[in-house]
């Protein structure tokens, strides 16, 4: 059974820092690209940060670049995102996914359930 469990969310202040972890079990960790994506309320789901397979190659989002940094560790099933200097427009629920390439028009997608971060003074 695949299952992507996040933690790490919670309150903090703007300015402040917050690392949310993704714990993956059920399928060959090293073999997916991981990212974490968030969702405002009343706003659609955006792509925050990514990561490659072998952590070679990182991506971010404009908003985000030069604050968070998305790391994995391969040994332990694990994606991580830190997150410092929180802003207001942070605020959202992310969710941790992992993508797998299987055709020229295809791919595997698993979605965790989301952790909800909250920037607040």
């Known amino acids: 059974q695949v299952q992507l469990v996040e933690s790490g969310g919670g309150l903090v202040q703007p300015g402040g820092s917050l690392r949310l972890s993704c714990a993956a079990s059920g399928f060959t960790f090293s073999s997916y690209a991981m990212s974490w994506y968030r969702q405002a309320p009343g706003k659609e789901r955006e792509l925050v940060a990514r990561i490659t397979t072998i952590a070679d190659t990182t991506n971010y989002a404009a908003s985000v670049k030069g604050r968070f940094t998305i790391s994995r560790d391969n040994a332990k099933n694990t994606v991580y995102l830190q997150m410092n200097n929180l802003e207001p427009e942070d605020p959202a629920v992310y969710y941790c996914?992992?993508?797998?390439?299987?055709?020229?028009?295809?791919?595997?997608?698993?979605w965790g359930q989301g952790t909800l971060v909250t920037v607040s003074s």
């Open positions: 996914n992992a993508r797998k390439v299987t055709g020229n028009y295809s791919a595997i997608n698993w």
